[in-house]
């Protein structure tokens, strides 16, 4: 007598004929698993809030995906000092009440794609000098929310308007002491 398993039939005396299962016949890893000693796939970052905020800036690794929540909360992705390993980065955002502020510097390229529901979805849309320039995609929806993507000032331009406030300070003190 015959009994059915995956991949076959089997015949009833032997071991997986006799209820070891049909797992027990099948040598091949299930479908769907990685093979023994594979390198997992680079895993998504999630940045969530919820009636809190969420901050992710610094020198950091910015992953292929990143998924930005923010439920009644904030979330900010700085890009500016990140480490791009991928030429192209994927920001999906969902705002719900809250607020997902995304900047990357001005020598990267930004695209979004979105859509707000009674909310607001703005992405300043830049194209780096370089066309082998990493690119940043922020995709997403925002309900009640606000998600937005642009640029961040250089430090060139941060240093001189440093300088200038520095001497408006200086100039309104001397006014101010006489």
Same mark, same amino acid.
Request: aromatic share 6%.
């Given at each position: 007598?015959?009994r059915?398993?995956r991949?076959?039939?089997v %015949? ?6 006799r ?7 099948q040598?091949e ?11 997992p ?5 999630? /940045?969530v809030a919820?009636?809190?905020?969420a ?10 995906r ?22 192209q ?6 705002s719900?009440?809250?607020n997902v502020?995304v900047? /990357? ?7 979004g ?5 009674l909310g607001n979805?703005e992405?300043d ?7 082998q320039? %990493?690119?940043?995609h ?9 998600i937005?993507?642009?640029?961040k ?25 006489r």
């Open positions: 007598e015959q059915r398993v991949g076959g039939t %015949p009833e005396g032997t071991a997986a004929g209820g070891a299962g049909p797992h027990r016949a040598r890893p299930a479908p769907g698993r990685p093979a023994p000693g594979a390198i796939a680079d895993p998504d970052d999630n /940045v919820v009636f809190s905020s901050v992710r800036k610094g020198r950091w690794r910015a992953g292929r990143i998924h930005a929540y923010a439920i009644f909360g904030s979330v900010e992705i700085d890009l500016s000092e990140a480490l791009f390993e991928y030429q980065v994927v920001i999906r955002a969902i719900v009440f809250g502020e900047r /990357v510097p001005e020598n990267v390229s930004l695209r794609a979105g859509g707000g529901v979805f992405v849309h830049l194209d780096a000098e370089d066309p320039a %990493p690119v940043v922020v995709d997403g929806w925002a309900v009640l929310g606000n937005e993507g642009r640029p000032r250089g430090k060139v331009v941060a240093d001189i308007l440093d300088r200038v406030q520095r001497k408006v300070d200086k100039s309104l003190r001397k006014h101010l002491d």
